[in-house]
């Protein structure tokens, strides 16, 4: 047997075979004429194929029909059409709930500050020193939000661009890492338009917020990219080592746009044991096992210090409207309604009929009894997990093309899954559509390749999923035009949830629809009976007071300064002071003034409530309804607010009427005088009585 006839494993499979069949006598013919040395050579020749080559030649893919290709094309450019209009919208209709994040982050539009950057969590407020935080901790992220400011400010449509752009990439990328995993030109293709015109991705990309999770997948899916050939070993053990440290990089920084990618060192330290099992030798692989090692060791190193950095995982004061199961006290009805949530995730992913931007209380009931029916969701949605499971294990094997894709995609749906799960900790939404962005890539990736792996010619259902998608997506993507169309859509067919109600109420508080603010209020009131939300309530008691109806007013607002609300979303300082406010026209006047104070003790610089406080306890010195010496302190507050604004006319006319109404005439003309000369077109005639400054939040 000659050594240059043996070239491959191949080869020497071939051998071994014929080897195997040759018969015993044949053995003692040949025994005196075996070359020693050339098994010597054809020995070294197999260690370094071992070593240095690929094991397994590269599966031949058969080409696609001219017309397969030209659908898949056809696909992914339609699936392109929908988000076109979303390149020209922009701030002009108002921030959707995003501007906490980013109009008034700090970080995005004041000096850069490091410290800061890293001190303060996605939505710029203190992770340590602060009464709440989120504990999402995404400073590139918010670095991106900064370069949109910088190029347009909050003009444009910068931001919006960004984020359609970004996820045209990570639909464009997730079709090369299919392609680059065995999938057919055609098939990668339309794994890239199923991924790019799934209408669940409306929210992450429209809703600038979301831009976390399509930064953390477009850098987890060039990361994927780049640990293929390692993986797979179709490169040489020294160019694995070289890649390994700008894979482990692109990983953290995918952490550090959002916390999920952490997660993503196990995809690659899993996709070692994967190709390990596949090829028995490599398990023994010295530079297999040296990867493997240090992506355990560096991920487990990642996540602690990520972990220990934030404090812990636990959002501190949890709001129990966003996430009503985290609080309730029955583990039982926690776990059961946690199980509906994976359900219900499950549905969106495969069936997203009907989208909404929010899901909190109480659009989905407790499960408080297990004889629910709704259960039956989840336990559908974990039978079809386990069937995609025991699939993807079925068809792998080294010789066929993309058999590690299906596999690979159930871990990208896995880890991507279990973070927003409230399974290893508690998340601060019921549900959240954009937390499905990665989790798809992943469900797609797998179910495309196990078409191509099982039936290709069933590629016409891929078809038709991707064209349902298109359509859904052209009708989803007008609706998130602005804040007000939106707010009005989802209000309009979200109807049991007590925040979409309220925001809904907003939009008409706005356009100055009292009587259907005041109707939308009270049905977000009604849906939470226990009176949690303090906003509903507080923004129905402007309206009442407003209308003139005191009694309902105070009534609601009492309700509202005892309930819960977001620092992000209001101060609490407004809340006590319209509270004040209602109190002095039910004839409570020390208790107006008392309340009045609680405000400027939150907020000492809060000159609406020194000017009313001042009109409170000047008026009711002067009626006899308060001690004399309110007066006093109601001249003081109204100096302290002229000095903190001393171009408001409002506050020097107040000073006048109640310093004349109190007999104080010499001062009242010589404040008269001061006004008038600083502004003569505003002084036109003494004041008669102290005026109220009261306004919509």
Request: proline fraction near 5%; charged fraction near 15%.
């Given at each position: 047997?000659?050594h240059?006839?043996?070239g491959?494993?191949?080869d020497?499979?071939?051998?071994v075979g014929?080897i195997?069949?040759a ?9 005196g ?5 050339g098994l ?6 197999l ?7 690929p094991k397994?030649p590269?599966?031949q893919v058969?080409p696609?029909?001219w ?5 898949a ?5 339609a ?13 002009s ?16 539009y ?10 303060t969590?996605y939505?710029g ?8 935080t ?8 918010v ?28 639909s ?7 392609h ?8 990668a293709l ?17 809703y600038?917020?979301?831009?976390a ?6 850098l987890?899916l060039?990361?994927t990219?780049?640990y293929?050939p ?7 053990q ?12 692109l ?13 993503f ?25 040296a990867?493997f090692?240090?992506l ?25 409207h ?32 009907f ?7 109480d659009?989905i ?15 559908a949605?974990?039978?079809?997990f ?5 699939l ?39 549900i959240?559509?954009?937390l499905?962005y ?14 191509f792996?099982?039936?290709r010619r ?10 349902l998608?298109?359509w859904?997506c ?14 009005t ?8 949830s ?10 008409y ?13 009270q ?15 507080y923004?129905?008691?402007?309206i009442?007071f407003?209308?003139g ?13 005892n309930g ?8 609490e300082?407004?809340?006590?002071h319209d509270?004040a406010l ?6 409570k ?19 609406k409530?020194?000017?009313?406080m001042?009109?409170?306890a ?25 000095r903190?604004?001393?171009?408001n006319?409002?506050?020097?006319r ?10 104080d ?8 005088q001061q ?6 077109q ?14 919509f939040?």
């Amino acid at each position: 047997m000659n050594h240059a006839d043996v070239g491959t494993l191949e080869d020497l499979c071939a051998h071994v075979g014929a080897i195997n069949k040759a018969s015993a006598e044949l053995w003692h013919e040949a025994a005196g004429e075996v070359d020693l040395e050339g098994l010597r050579r054809i020995a070294q020749q197999l260690v370094k194929l071992s070593n240095d080559g690929p094991k397994k030649p590269s599966p031949q893919v058969p080409p696609p029909s001219w017309l397969q290709l030209a659908v898949a094309v056809l696909l992914t450019l339609a699936a392109a059409a929908p988000w076109l209009p979303a390149l020209r919208y922009d701030f002009s209709g108002g921030f959707f709930m995003d501007d906490a994040m980013i109009k008034k982050n700090p970080n995005v539009y004041e000096e850069l500050n490091w410290q800061r950057l890293f001190r303060t969590d996605y939505w710029g407020l203190d992770m340590f020193e602060g009464d709440w935080t989120h504990k999402s901790f995404r400073p590139l992220t918010v670095l991106t939000f900064r370069w949109n400011h910088a190029v347009g400010s909050f003009e444009g449509s910068g931001f919006h661009i960004v984020n359609v752009l970004l996820n045209l990439a990570c639909s464009m990328l997730l079709g090369l890492l299919g392609h680059a995993l065995g999938l057919s030109p055609d098939f990668a293709l339309i794994l890239a338009a199923l991924f790019l015109a799934h209408p669940i991705h409306t929210e992450s990309v429209l809703y600038i917020v979301g831009r976390a999770d399509l930064l953390c997948l477009l850098l987890l899916l060039v990361a994927t990219l780049l640990y293929t050939p390692c993986a797979k070993e179709l490169k040489s053990q020294s160019y694995g080592l070289l890649l390994l440290p700008l894979c482990v990089l692109l990983i953290v920084a995918a952490g550090l746009c959002k916390e999920t990618g952490f997660c993503f060192f196990g995809l690659l330290a899993g996709w070692e044991i994967l190709a390990g099992l596949l090829e028995r030798r490599s398990l023994r692989n010295a530079a297999r096992l040296a990867r493997f090692t240090a992506l355990m060791l560096l991920g487990s190193l990642a996540c602690a210090v990520r972990v220990w950095y934030t404090g812990g995982t636990a959002i501190d004061n949890m709001d129990p409207h966003s996430n009503p199961i985290a609080v309730h006290d029955d583990r039982w009805v926690r776990l059961k309604t946690y199980a509906l949530l994976h359900g219900i995730y499950m549905k969106l992913l495969i069936f997203p009929n009907f989208l909404s931007y929010d899901y909190s209380y109480d659009a989905i009931p407790l499960v408080l009894d297990a004889a629910d029916c709704r259960l039956m969701l989840p336990l559908a949605s974990y039978l079809g997990f386990c069937i995609l499971l025991v699939l993807s294990l079925s068809v792998l094997n080294p010789r066929k093309a993309a058999s590690e894709a299906p596999i690979i995609g159930m871990a990208i749906l896995l880890l991507s899954f279990v973070p927003m799960s409230n399974v290893l900790f508690p998340v601060g939404t019921m549900i959240g559509e954009r937390l499905l962005y990665i989790p798809s890539a992943g469900l797609l990736l797998t179910v495309v390749s196990l078409f191509f792996s099982w039936w290709r010619r069933g590629a016409f259902l891929l078809w038709i999923a991707c064209s349902l998608g298109i359509w859904r997506c052209a009708l989803r993507v007008p609706e998130w035009k602005n804040s007000t169309s939106i707010t009005t859509a989802d209000g309009l067919t979200q109807r049991n949830s007590a925040r979409v109600q309220f925001n809904l109420a907003n939009v008409y508080l706005q356009a100055k629809k009292y009587d259907l603010a005041l109707e939308t209020y009270q049905r977000s009131i009604n849906i939470d009976p226990t009176d949690h939300d303090a906003l509903p309530l507080y923004h129905a008691g402007q309206i009442l007071f407003f209308k003139g109806q005191h009694e309902d007013a105070a009534r609601y607002l009492e309700k509202a300064v005892n309930g819960f609300f977001s620092p992000l979303t209001i101060q609490e300082e407004e809340i006590w002071h319209d509270y004040a406010l209602s109190l002095w026209f039910v004839q409570k006047p020390e208790a107006s003034v008392l309340h009045f104070q609680k405000a400027l003790a939150i907020n000492p610089q809060f000159t609406k409530a020194m000017n009313n406080m001042a009109c409170a306890a000047g008026l009711g010195a002067i009626t006899g309804v308060l001690p004399r010496d309110y007066y006093q302190h109601a001249i003081n507050a109204l100096d302290q607010a002229v000095r903190l604004e001393p171009g408001n006319v409002l506050y020097w006319r107040n000073a006048v009427a109640l310093m004349s109404a109190g007999g104080d005439e010499s001062r009242a003309v010589a404040t008269w005088q001061q006004l008038v000369a600083m502004d003569p077109q505003g002084a036109t005639n003494p004041p008669r009585d102290c005026s109220w400054e009261f306004y919509f939040r």
